[in-house]
């Protein structure tokens, strides 16, 4: 079953670099997001039963964490390729229509380097997500940036090109300090005459170690190794996950995507980016240096939190205030995650329902592109009576991403705070309520306008929405109001392990 999840998406890229048939293309990117869903929720509920599935020898063995954001990065790959097909459609339509596509002669290429490159892009994240072999994971997220940088250049417009360089710069130096952090890891474990166990799960191995060697008392010469790696571990990956100040690729990268990559982006890529960390994160916890490791996690939270309210507020690019958004919720992951205890459920929880809900409001802004043609929140004026579909389900996303019960958001968010109040980190606390009170009325600003305003005069009333641009955000919101009502038992059991390996 693992090999299929990996080998499927890109046997089925490859294959696509060959068809001529649109709509074979289309056919087969939905059938890969069926299958590799349906696998990915088989391989979660084994996973959340205690089993161990692995396969290619030990190199693909999710355990709780992977498996969770494997399921998150297939749901959200089913609803972006659901609504792909429409959006895909109607870009032929209009290019053969015209005879041109984005100022250029209209050809099948871009949509055919389009398809293959989704299809790498979600074998890149099953194996980021399904592998405990740091040097895979690290090729896995350097895959990701590789098979997603042209579907940001999708549009082949000057912008779109400087938004994929800068991603392709930023994220690449990231990457190679990660992989410096790989190498001190080793460094720190290494002592003369000692033979290392030998396997694939490389995060086991060392944290078996770590404790071995910490309950002996000969440790304290090792730790400096371990701290450096940790550090450019998180420098490293905290660039692709989006903290701040290592966030400057991210609202142009999310801004010239298509609106269903950028969803991708920020539900799924910024939690692949986020597992390296937590990888490290593992490894410092068994080495008694979790103090070290979770404090970094809470500066960056907190330095992420402060810096995307104030991008956020007066912000006029709703794209790229969603970006800025990604960045606050990747803040409230590292701090949950860094404090330790029960805050690390509501984390884990959190990552759940910011996944579906960045990816739903990222394809509802597809929606009101193709609508209204502008990015400026201040053109944009009258959903409610242009796209009464699109405005509601606007309208219940905004309220999902800043927190308002009755969402699963609200809930991980007070979960978080109630392990921040545990603690008695009042002031931890008080700049956190802080951050979310100015981004709760910074993003309410252009939400509200955008759905209340008066109707453009030269725009007509209602139009037909397509169920292909609706019913996949439609489903996104209903999961993400139904984890706020009800959590089944065995997602809490899921998320219960998933805490428990990272200090939770």
Request: charged fraction near 10%; charge should be positive.
């Amino acid at each position: 079953m693992l090999e299929v999840l990996f080998f499927l998406p890109l046997g089925t890229g490859l294959l696509m670099l060959g068809l001529p048939s649109r709509a074979l293309r289309r056919c087969l990117l939905l059938l890969v997001a069926v299958t590799h869903l349906a696998l990915s929720l088989l391989t979660l509920l084994a996973v959340g039963r205690g089993e161990t599935p692995a396969a290619l020898g030990g190199l693909l063995a999710p355990d709780a964490v992977g498996a969770l954001f494997l399921g998150l990065a297939s749901t959200l790959f089913a609803a972006a390729s659901w609504y792909g097909v429409g959006y895909l459609r109607d870009e032929a339509l209009k290019g053969e229509r015209t005879g041109f596509q984005d100022g250029r002669p209209f050809t099948n290429a871009p949509e055919r380097r389009f398809t293959a490159c989704l299809c790498f892009f979600l074998s890149a994240m099953t194996l980021v997500t399904t592998t405990r072999h740091l040097g895979a994971l690290w090729m896995g997220i350097e895959g990701t940036t590789l098979a997603s940088a042209p579907l940001i250049y999708f549009h082949r417009h000057q912008q779109s090109l400087e938004a994929t360089w800068k991603y392709l710069i930023i994220c690449s130096v990231g990457i190679a300090l990660a992989l410096i952090g790989n190498l001190l890891l080793s460094i720190g474990f290494y002592r003369p005459g000692l033979v290392l166990e030998e396997g694939l799960d490389q995060v086991g191995i060392f944290v078996n170690m770590a404790r071995a060697v910490r309950e002996s008392g000969f440790y304290g010469v090792q730790s400096p190794w371990l701290q450096a790696a940790f550090i450019f571990l998180l420098v490293g990956y905290g660039t692709k996950m989006g903290l701040a100040p290592l966030h400057n690729w991210l609202p142009d990268a999310h801004s010239q995507a298509p609106s269903l990559v950028s969803g991708l982006l920020s539900g799924a890529l910024l939690n692949c980016a986020l597992l390296g960390i937590l990888r490290g994160h593992q490894i410092m916890l068994a080495a008694g240096l979790g103090d070290f490791s979770g404090g970094l996690l809470v500066f960056f939270g907190l330095l992420s939190l402060f810096t995307a309210a104030i991008f956020i507020v007066g912000q006029g690019h709703y794209k790229r205030l969603l970006a800025y958004s990604s960045v606050e919720h990747m803040g409230i992951l590292a701090l949950g995650i860094g404090l330790g205890g029960s805050a690390v459920f509501g984390a884990m929880f959190h990552a759940v329902g910011h996944s579906l809900t960045k990816c739903m409001l990222f394809l509802l802004a597809g929606n009101i592109l193709t609508r209204y043609h502008t990015l400026s929140s201040y053109d944009v004026r009258g959903l409610r009576w242009t796209m009464p579909m699109t405005g509601a389900l606007w309208t219940a996303g905004f309220l999902a991403i800043v927190g308002s019960p009755p969402f699963g958001l609200f809930v991980s968010e007070f979960l978080i705070l109630k392990g921040i109040l545990s603690q008695g980190r009042w002031l931890v606390a008080a700049c956190y309520l802080l951050a979310l009170a100015v981004i709760f009325v910074g993003m309410s600003v252009p939400v509200l306008r955008m759905v209340q305003g008066t109707r453009p005069r030269d725009m007509q009333r209602a139009e037909p929405e397509s169920a292909c641009s609706v019913l996949p955000p439609l489903c996104l919101g209903l999961l993400v109001l139904c984890l706020g009502l009800y959590t089944p038992a065995w997602l809490e059991n899921l998320l219960t392990r998933a805490a428990a390996l990272i200090g939770g």
